[in-house]
């Protein structure tokens, strides 16, 4: 399989939210090279906190307290550092701070439910958050998403940008999932699956979930630089 | 080569508390020298608006801006007009900007350019413009309404926004 045909289509009627926004017409292939180029200077101030959806507000949100961790590497597994991780996510209660957000299902005064943080050294970014609900929509009758949390991710470059959703083990709602099951291949979807990470789980505070991204690079090869 | 790359999701229409941030959409302060407006309209494949759309320009040593559509549709950037750039071959590029689109029900991301209506040899001659089929390079092209650059995003249907493969 290509890269491509790893990815969702962009039409996939039993998600109906695509049916009028997919492009009817081929995508114009671009020669090899056009969209290699970095990433220009990210203007949003990211604060040391930003990490830590729970200490947003004078008190603590209600819900399962977690860390989300993982690293973020190219497709020959190096780090990328200084890669830009925003994340949001409903409450505890399947509930977005948004207006448009309709469920009936509590707010929670002390969660807005968006972080951001830059990857380490070693590629890896680091959330607390509290654990989201599952929640209905309108896609068909008894539509319900499973608990995720949403990832964009700004690399180096144009090519690795990415938006994408983290997925919780075990969650019987994924294979009823139309935005889930639009990945094409089994393996494709068991990658948006976060895994129980028992040794970063915090004894007497927090169970850790696990979830490593990994984003595309440059479409050339790189020239190697004359000494 | 092909290493298991993490598969798009779609940013789903609940993306406001996370990824819109002050000021995101001026890349350059109103007023500044150079500055200019581009607005435009997300529209989906019956015309109508799509308000729950996120736009990026990217255009290195320009900048970053990032903003969501209102309720009409509509986004605006503040920004100064990029210079040429070479392509890959070394050839030049016409000015443009890469101009990315999230929305609820586009499960990856879209790419697309804007390019300046007053650049009309540069666009003529731009390697990128050539590959489009004659017809639908206009969707390309900015127009300028009273000093104000429009740009209008179809994502389906009739005079469907060119869109490149990622």
């Given at each position: ?24 017409k ?6 090899e ?70 469920h ?124 | ?8 999701q ?28 581009i ?5 989906d ?26 309720s ?38 879209l ?51 060119v869109?490149?493969?990622i």
């Amino acid at each position: 399989m290509s890269e491509d045909e790893r990815e969702p289509p962009y039409l996939y009627p039993d998600y109906v939210g695509t049916r009028l926004r997919a492009p009817a017409k081929p995508l114009v292939n671009l020669p090899e090279g056009f969209h290699d180029f970095p990433a220009p200077l990210f203007p949003r101030t990211i604060a040391e906190l930003d990490h830590d959806l729970t200490r947003r507000h004078a008190g603590e949100p209600i819900g399962e307290r977690i860390i989300v961790t993982g690293r973020v590497l190219d497709s020959d597994g190096r780090p990328l550092r200084k890669t830009i991780v925003e994340v949001w996510q409903a409450n505890a209660a399947g509930r977005y701070l948004d207006q448009d957000d309709q469920h009936p299902a509590p707010l929670d005064p002390n969660f807005t439910g968006a972080g951001r943080c830059l990857t380490d050294d070693d590629g890896e970014y680091r959330f607390i958050t509290i654990k989201p609900g599952a929640y209905p929509w309108k896609n068909h009758r008894n539509a319900w998403r499973p608990a995720h949390i949403h990832f964009s991710l700004l690399g180096g470059e144009f090519r690795s940008r990415l938006v994408t959703q983290m997925y919780f083990p075990g969650d019987p709602l994924m294979p009823r999932d139309p935005i889930m099951q639009s990945i094409p291949d089994q393996a494709g979807r068991e990658r948006l699956v976060s895994r129980f990470d028992p040794q970063t789980t915090v004894p007497e505070w927090a169970l850790a979930y696990r979830w490593d991204i990994v984003l595309r690079g440059r479409a050339a090869t790189p020239f190697e630089h004359e000494p | 080569m092909s290493g298991p790359l993490t598969p798009s999701q779609t940013v789903g229409p609940f993306f406001g508390v996370g990824l819109p941030f002050e000021k995101g959409e001026q890349i350059v302060a109103p007023g500044s020298a150079g500055a200019i407006r581009i607005e435009g309209q997300v529209l989906d494949g019956n015309g109508q608006p799509v308000p729950d759309a996120l736009l990026e320009i990217w255009q290195p040593g320009t900048g970053f801006g990032r903003a969501r559509t209102d309720s009409e549709g509509a986004f605006n950037f503040m920004t100064t007009k990029p210079g040429p750039t070479p392509a890959p071959d070394g050839r030049p590029q016409a000015p443009h900007f890469n101009v990315t689109i999230f929305a609820r029900g586009l499960l990856r991301h879209l790419l697309t350019r804007m390019y300046f209506p007053d650049e009309t040899d540069a666009n003529a001659r731009d390697p990128v413009l050539n590959l489009v089929e004659p017809a639908r390079r206009d969707t390309l092209i900015a127009k300028n309404c009273g000093g104000v650059l429009h740009f209008d995003v179809r994502l389906q249907g009739e005079r469907e926004t060119v869109f490149f493969a990622i």
